[in-house]
């Protein structure tokens, strides 16, 4: 159970504290995200549950981010399910430490788009080599998730026209000229905010090998 | 592993990350990642603004029967897709690409052979093995040419290449590069256009056969 690794951690000197539904909780400044703590539930004890939750957040999200890349309603949604079953079935790669939930299903979903749209196999990097003690780490996660919410932030600081023009690349509804011609600059803005969360992923990562 | 000073530039890993980057291309960079943790790091902080823009853009309502759908699948059996391995000198996306078995090679002249993965409109990525102080043939003139060292070493005007090194090297480059010596040097190179006759064949040999 997820309550029972974190229970009994601190976290700034606060303790966390187990919710009754069985999912996770610590005090209002320092919470573990509800998304979080659905993919451990569906990772370490395949709670459909929690399942439904994630696919109740995260189906809506994919099929808008597949209809952007021109694909039918009716398609979308298959590539939406596909997606959905792969986070399932592919739960126990899920390293909270590392990614929030969210990086790892646009991952997926990222992954699925190009091989049914372009018709292509996306290569794809190696694994890591597991890290034996892959149990999720209150702390490493709030630093994951605190990581996340200021990049978020940066992104909407930015100008709008730059914000959308790095938000079409990502989410697919850029031909390749636009790409070419736009990514460079406005990808250069966030790079700072890149670059910290590489140094902390960096750190992480090399305690993996 | 020797440590990397070559690496991937962000802009590609961006657009590697966010899915804009063309199959040969991607296959260098993900082998590049790979080996490298640096740019790995990096990778997956451009994944999460990519996450992070699926978290807020626009949503589309599904339809009522999807999610009943798929919980009653949930159970089904499957085959876990196939994930391949380094083998030797040979990261997993290059493994893939090569589906498993040893590279084919093809003599280019000179000692130095290549093995294609793969080569259509959108480019080309191939193997290179390039004896001891040997020329590396020449990928092209044309666009930008991804060149990942995997077993020994080469060097050129702009600095020597070890393994995991990855040059980027567009037209504006006018450059030699030379194997080290040492083990014969196993490069991974990809070209955004379709492969020419004419770049088969090793550049030491050009001036001779006035091509
Ligand atoms: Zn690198």
């Given amino acids: ?209 | 592993m020797s440590a990397i000073t070559h690496h991937t530039p962000d802009s590609l890993i961006a657009a590697y990350a966010s899915g804009n980057l063309s199959q040969p291309y991607s296959v260098v960079v993900a082998a590049h990642i790979s080996l490298c943790l640096e740019c790995r790091a990096s990778y997956e902080a451009h994944q999460t603004v990519g996450g992070t823009f699926l978290e807020t853009s626009e949503t589309e309502l599904v339809s009522e029967g999807l999610k009943a759908g798929l919980l009653d699948l949930l159970d089904e059996p499957f085959e876990a897709q196939k994930t391949y391995q380094r083998s030797g000198a040979y990261p997993g996306p290059v493994m893939e690409a090569l589906k498993g078995k040893p590279p084919r090679w093809k003599r280019l002249g000179m000692g130095t052979r290549q093995s294609i993965l793969s080569s259509g409109p959108d480019g080309s990525v191939r193997l290179l093995y390039i004896p001891p102080g040997q020329a590396v043939p020449d990928h092209s003139h044309n666009g930008l040419e991804l060149t990942l060292v995997l077993q020994g070493s080469f060097h050129d005007e702009t600095g020597r290449f070890e393994v995991g090194d990855i040059e980027i090297a567009d037209q504006s480059l006018e450059h030699t590069p030379i194997a080290g010596m040492g083990a014969p040097c196993i490069c991974l190179a990809a070209t955004d256009t379709p492969l020419r006759f004419a770049s088969l064949i090793p550049r030491l040999l050009q001036p001779i056969l006035r091509i």
């Fill in chain 1, 1 to 209: 159970m997820l309550t029972a690794y974190l229970d009994t951690t601190q976290i700034d000197g606060r303790a966390v504290l187990a919710r009754p539904n069985g999912y996770s909780s610590v005090t209002q400044t320092n919470k573990i995200s509800d998304q979080t703590a659905f993919i451990i539930a569906v990772r370490d004890n395949r709670d459909r549950a929690a399942f439904a939750q994630l696919f109740d957040h995260f189906a809506p999200r994919l099929k808008g981010f597949m209809m952007r890349s021109g694909v039918g309603s009716g398609q979308a949604e298959e590539i939406v399910q596909e997606v959905m079953l792969t986070v399932w079935r592919k739960a126990e790669q899920f390293d909270p430490n590392r990614a929030q939930v969210s990086t790892w299903i646009y991952q997926i979903a990222r992954n699925r788009k190009i091989d049914v749209i372009r018709k292509e196999n996306r290569p794809v990097p190696e694994e890591l080599a597991e890290d034996p003690a892959n149990e999720p780490d209150a702390g490493q996660i709030l630093a994951v998730e605190q990581e996340a919410s200021q990049l978020r932030q940066a992104l909407s600081r930015l100008k709008p026209d730059q914000r959308e023009m790095i938000e079409r690349a990502y989410m697919g509804d850029l031909s390749h000229q636009q790409i070419s011609a736009q990514t460079g600059v406005p990808l250069g803005t966030i790079k700072s905010r890149i670059r910290l969360g590489l140094e902390r992923l960096r750190h992480e990562l090399k305690e993996l090998r």
